[in-house]
């Protein structure tokens, strides 16, 4: 028997996500605090089912995915909307950005009304979820992965389990670790060479063949050339993953000088009016330095 699956949250994220998957599994079940970007889907020809609540759609789905915005948002949905109305044997996965206590609070509460719960964030930005190339972290039971592997390779490129409920979000706070450090030290670099008299083009294409090269590199080049710093992901968004990764580092202990400077350097891009402009946007803390 097929299984029934539903989508909640139909973001900058989600909505491409919510495509591919109905793609693969037509009939997808798809509910947003927005009720007009789950019209937009179906008038695209995108063969989903609006569904009027989070709570109507657990009432009907085997398995739950979710894409939100921040972690108190998920605990909320999950405590309350979805909670009293999942069936048993059903499967939550969380494909957002959540701070690892309250992934483990989560899945420990719904494991005790026999329900099964995952975390699986995602890396790739808008692009890799337009494009159905996202990666995938997933931390939950090996019996869950299995559950639900198929449906996120329907959205990403790689899928990796990486060990119990919480393991995903230790990965993507280390994922947004670096990705955050590269784009701060591109962001003081290109400043530093165009300063010094170089072409940010030129520059570009002298240096992304050798070890600077990165997916990161090229994404900021494209932005530092049109300076249009349009959102997929956000100076906002990289902000609040960049403190979930120090509250990690405080609750273990480890020391993560780097990712603090950095955090720092995200804050002041978002007191500078940048916070929903794209990541490379910090650079522009440098752009007095420029003129």
């Known amino acids: 028997m097929s299984?029934?699956?539903?989508?909640?949250?139909?973001?900058?994220?989600?909505?491409?996500?919510?495509?591919?998957?109905?793609?693969?599994f037509p009939g997808l079940l798809v509910n947003d605090i927005d009720a007009g970007r789950a019209a937009a889907l179906i008038a695209e020809g995108t063969k989903v089912e609006a569904v009027s609540s989070p709570a109507e759609l657990a009432q009907r789905a085997d398995i739950v995915f979710l894409s939100l915005p921040t972690s108190a948002i998920v605990r909320d949905v999950v405590?309350?909307?979805?909670?009293?109305?999942?069936?048993k044997g059903s499967i939550v996965v969380d494909t957002s950005t959540t701070e690892v206590t309250v992934?483990?609070?989560?899945?420990?509460?719904l494991e005790s009304k026999g329900i099964e719960f995952a975390d699986a964030p995602v890396s790739g930005g808008e692009k890799g979820a337009a494009d159905g190339a996202l990666s995938f972290m997933i931390g939950g039971k090996q019996g869950v992965f299995e559950a639900i592997k198929d449906y996120c390779a329907a959205m990403g490129a790689?899928?990796?389990h990486l060990g119990p409920a919480g393991s995903g979000q230790i990965a993507k706070a280390v994922n947004q670790m670096i990705v955050g450090a590269a784009f701060a030290a591109i962001a003081e670099s290109f400043s530093l060479g165009v300063k010094s008299g170089l072409d940010t083009e030129t520059l570009y294409r002298a240096i992304k063949g050798g070890w600077a090269g990165s997916k990161v590199l090229d994404v900021a080049a494209a932005d530092l050339l049109s300076r249009?710093?349009?959102p997929g992901g956000t100076v906002d968004i990289h902000w609040k993953d960049l403190n979930i990764a120090l509250s990690l580092s405080r609750d273990t202990d480890v020391p993560v000088p780097?990712?603090?400077l950095v955090q720092e350097i995200f804050k002041a891009a978002r007191a500078n009016g940048d916070g929903k402009k794209s990541q490379t946007a910090v650079i522009r803390l440098w752009d007095?330095?420029?003129k």
């Open 3 to 24: 299984k029934v699956i539903g989508f909640i949250g139909l973001g900058v994220m989600g909505q491409h996500m919510a495509r591919h998957l109905a793609q693969k």
């Open 79 to 87: 405590s309350g909307a979805l909670g009293p109305s999942l069936k």
């Open 103 to 109: 992934v483990k609070t989560l899945a420990a509460e």
């Open 158 to 160: 790689s899928v990796v």
């Open 228 to 230: 249009e710093f349009k």
């Open 258 to 260: 780097v990712t603090a």
């Open 288 to 290: 007095e330095l420029l």
